[in-house]
């Protein structure tokens, strides 16, 4: 992922095993990263059981807030494609039964969407 899409507020991918180095710990028995993407100093991560939220805190960034949402929780999603002139696309999820989305998160276009839809289509229509 490059500087200026990370500054634009753009996420980029994560390789797995960067993500079991780094978040290995918060995983259960049984549970196994999909996909995971990194925005600045925040990362979310896409499990079999549950999606992630890592959010750095602070001018340090040491106070560490760590969000589980379980697949169950959320109601809709959409992801909106980057068009010819955009440099980003867009994932927006619902959690229970709120009217504006509570999770809206913004992809450079080396992110296929579509592999994130395909992850929360998987567990979410379960």
């Given at each position: 992922?490059?500087?200026?899409?990370?500054?634009?507020?753009?996420?980029?991918?994560?390789?797995?095993?960067?993500?079991?180095?780094?978040?290995?710990?918060?995983?259960?028995?049984?549970?196994?990263?999909?996909?995971?993407?990194?925005?600045?100093?925040?990362?979310?991560?896409?499990?079999?059981?549950?999606?992630?939220?890592?959010?750095?805190?602070?001018?340090?960034?040491?106070?560490?807030?760590?969000?589980?949402?379980?697949?169950?929780?959320?109601?809709?999603?959409?992801?909106e494609?980057?068009?010819?002139?955009?440099?980003e696309?867009?994932?927006?999820?619902?959690?229970?039964?709120?009217?504006?989305?509570?999770?809206?998160?913004?992809?450079?276009?080396?992110?296929?969407?579509?592999?994130?839809?395909?992850?929360l289509?998987?567990?979410?229509?379960?």
């Amino acid at each position: 992922m490059g500087l200026f899409s990370a500054l634009l507020g753009n996420a980029g991918s994560i390789s797995q095993e960067t993500l079991l180095n780094e978040y290995g710990k918060l995983l259960i028995a049984d549970e196994e990263i999909e996909l995971g993407f990194k925005l600045i100093r925040d990362v979310f991560i896409f499990t079999n059981k549950r999606m992630i939220l890592i959010e750095k805190q602070g001018l340090t960034g040491s106070k560490i807030d760590y969000k589980s949402i379980t697949y169950k929780s959320i109601t809709r999603f959409s992801i909106e494609t980057a068009g010819p002139f955009d440099l980003e696309a867009e994932l927006k999820i619902w959690v229970s039964s709120e009217q504006l989305p509570s999770i809206v998160k913004q992809f450079n276009r080396a992110v296929n969407v579509y592999d994130v839809q395909k992850v929360l289509a998987t567990y979410v229509l379960k």
